[in-house]
Nanobody, 116 residues
Framework: VQLVESGGGLVQAGGSLRLSCKSS????????LRWYRQAPGEQRESVAN???????VYADSVKDRFTISRDNIRNTMYLQMNNLKPEDTAVYYC???????????WGRGTKVTVSS
């Protein structure tokens, strides 16, 4: 299973970015997915989850600003990030927590930098 993130970059506070996570090697529609982030010097934290039936959960810090979604035809998960704040600066990772063989799979991350 491979997960490849893209879409990160540098944006000013108040701006928007859309992250993508392309999956290969798994029957994508069968698995729940998550976005995590890790800021410099901080622990990795969960940002948002999406289940196989598209139910979603968000961290309080991103609720009403971020939207997680998935396209089971394109085997891709998205994270639409609006009204970005400097504290959103982090490397964002996608995760398949219970993938094939009950293993957890991670992408390599995409960096998001929000300037004030």
């Amino acid at each position: 299973v491979q997960l490849v993130e893209s879409g990160g970059g540098l944006v000013q506070a108040g701006g928007s970015l859309r992250l993508s996570c392309k999956s290969s090697g798994a029957n994508f529609k069968l698995y729940s997915l998550r976005w995590y982030r890790q800021a410099p010097g901080e622990q990795r934290e969960s940002v948002a989850n999406i289940t196989t039936d598209h139910a979603t959960v968000y961290a309080d810090s991103v609720k009403d600003r971020f939207t997680i979604s998935r396209d089971n035809i394109r085997n891709t998960m998205y994270l639409q990030m609006n009204n970005l704040k400097p504290e959103d600066t982090a490397v964002y990772y996608c995760n398949m927590p219970q993938g094939p063989h009950s293993r957890s799979y991670w992408g390599r991350g995409t960096k998001v930098t929000v300037s004030s």
